[in-house]
């Protein structure tokens, strides 16, 4: 089982990028998919995650209404879609997969996690 992130790369303030974490070995429709971000300096947190079950999907306060997550199962993918970006929205991004449901208590926790990616690279400056 492997999931592997893509999409980074510099973005403008203001600008927008799209990450996309494809899932090799399962199907996005069983594993629950978050990403979480990793700055430099800074522990991994929680960005955005999609529940497995019925795609609920679930945003950290700080990309509310920015990003915006989505899952297609035909290409078995889960994609963020990343606008209006800030430099503070700079690091590493990892895409990670869990067998079964999150909720909004768990999503962003990150032992819930059983599958990691590499990171893929997100900078973001003028």
């Known amino acids: 089982l492997q999931v592997a992130a893509s999409g980074g790369g510099l973005a403008q303030p203001g600008g927008s990028l799209t990450l996309t974490c494809t899932a090799f070995?399962?199907?996005?429709?069983?594993?629950?998919i978050t990403w979480f971000r990793e700055a430099p300096g800074e522990a991994r947190e929680g960005v955005s995650g999609i529940d497995s079950r019925d795609g609920r999907t679930y945003y950290a306060d700080f990309v509310k209404g920015r990003f915006t997550i989505s899952r297609d199962m035909d290409k078995n993918i889960v994609t963020l879609q990343m606008n209006s970006l800030k430099p503070e929205d700079a690091g590493t991004y990892y895409c990670a997969a869990d067998f079964g449901t999150v909720n909004e208590y768990n999503w962003s926790t990150r032992w819930e996690y059983e599958v990691w990616g590499q990171g893929t690279h997100v900078i973001v400056s003028s």
């Open positions: 070995g399962f199907t996005v429709d069983r594993y629950s």
